[in-house]
T-cell receptor, first 120, second 115 residues
Framework: AQSVTQLGSHVSVSEGALVLLRCNYS??????LFWYVQYPNQGLQLLLK??????LVKGINGFEAEFKKSETSFHLTKPSAHMSDAAEYFC??????????????????FGKGTLLTVNP | NAGVTQTPKFRILKIGQSMTLQCTQD?????MYWYRQDPGMGLKLIYY???????DKGEVPNGYNVSRSTTEDFPLRLELAAPSQTSVYFC??????????????FGPGTRLTVT
């Protein structure tokens, strides 16, 4: 079974500082990897995803993430935090399955989330 | 496109009451999902559907029911509401199976309190 671990339920940074949100997964085969952001009282919005190809993935709002197979990680970074980045961030994984693999086709497993606060 | 819409945004229920949470998507997505979000717990899948007339249980289906009569709509029914069902509920949709790398699109959520 897959699992996702987000290290740190709460990360606090100063405006202009580097943002680093950690995500590790447990899976026998590298899964598809996603980062979602949830602003207060809103739904989840996709930031970026890794499916195949280049391991450094660029997303919206200046965020990027790097897939490292050897470390089973998909950490999210942004060089310079803005006040508007304050939100909760979720890492999620989905298994790579072929058609006809039943329930696994739908499955998206979420981490417990990391709340990012940005101090002025 | 409106994407995924949910109604109501907020609701307070008394123990034992029933209600239906509405979800509609206008992206012609085959797959639809219902999640609940509890503080510090991430999202847990309640039910999902791979197309009209086809639904299946997720991780936490007890106390809920769903139906999918059209591609656009995927209502979630709570029967005999209990305090443990106090949560934020999200509906999502995806073009096809997440197992092929397709992301899910989320609605704005319904905040439900059962007292």
């Amino acid at each position: 079974a897959q699992s996702v671990t987000q290290l740190g339920s709460h990360v606090s940074v100063s405006e202009g500082a580097l943002v680093l949100l950690r995500c590790n997964y447990s899976s026998s085969v590298p899964p598809y990897l996603f980062w979602y952001v949830q602003y207060p009282n809103q739904g989840l919005q996709l930031l970026l995803k890794y499916t195949t190809g280049a391991t450094l993935v660029k997303g919206i709002n200046g965020f990027e993430a790097e897939f490292k197979k050897s470390e089973t990680s998909f950490h999210l970074t942004k060089p310079s935090a803005h006040m508007s980045d304050a939100a909760e961030y979720f890492c999620a994984v989905s298994p790579r399955v072929e058609i006809g693999s039943g329930g696994s086709n739908y499955k998206l497993t979420f981490g417990k989330g990391t709340l990012l606060t940005v101090n002025p | 496109n409106a994407g995924v819409t949910q109604t109501p945004k907020f609701r307070i229920l008394k123990i034992g009451q029933s209600m239906t949470l509405q979800c509609t998507q206008d992206m012609n997505h085959n797959y639809m999902y219902w999640y609940r979000q509890d503080p510090g717990m991430g999202l847990k899948l309640i039910y999902y559907s791979v197309g009209a007339g086809i639904t299946d249980k997720g991780e936490v289906p007890n106390g809920y029911n769903v139906s999918r009569s059209t591609t656009e709509d995927f209502p979630l029914r709570l029967e005999l509401a209990a305090p443990s069902q106090t949560s934020v509920y999200f509906c999502a949709s995806s073009r096809t199976r997440t197992g092929a790398g397709y992301e899910q699109y989320f609605g704005p959520g319904t905040r439900l309190t059962v007292t």
